[in-house]
Nanobody
Framework: VQLQASGGGLVQTGGSLRLSCAASGFSLDRYAIGWFRQAPGKEREGVSCVSSSGGTTYYGDSVKGRFTISRDNAKKTVYLQMNSLKPEDTAVYYC?????????????????????WGQGTLVTVSS
């Protein structure tokens, strides 16, 4: 099981980026995928999560209304569209999966729910 996050970069406040999480070694359509981020000196924070079918999505309070998660199971890729970016969105962004079918999370943003993690992609928002 491998997850590869990409799409990070440097953007100005108010700008947009789209992150991608590409999966290999397993059937992406079986599992939920979550996005997390970690800023220097801070704990890893849940950003968003999408169910295996794409029918259920979750968002952290700090990104609601600005970020949109989606998935294309045919392309084995999950996306995180990030709009209206703020300096406080600066972090390394990771995608992860609980690798469990019919997963119903107790707390979707709990890092312990996730088994496999990608390597992270850096997002820097300048003020």
């Amino acid at each position: 099981v491998q997850l590869q996050a990409s799409g990070g970069g440097l953007v100005q406040t108010g700008g947009s980026l789209r992150l991608s999480c590409a999966a290999s070694g397993f059937s992406l359509d079986r599992y939920a995928i979550g996005w997390f981020r970690q800023a220097p000196g801070k704990e890893r924070e849940g950003v968003s999560c999408v169910s295996s079918s794409g029918g259920t999505t979750y968002y952290g309070d700090s990104v609601k209304g600005r970020f949109t998660i989606s998935r294309d199971n045919a392309k084995k890729t999950v996306y995180l569209q990030m709009n209206s970016l703020k300096p406080e969105d600066t972090a390394v962004y990771y995608c992860a999966t609980p690798a469990e079918r019919f997963w119903i999370p107790s707390v979707w943003a709990d890092v312990d729910e996730y088994v496999y993690w990608g390597q992270g992609t850096l997002v820097t928002v300048s003020s």
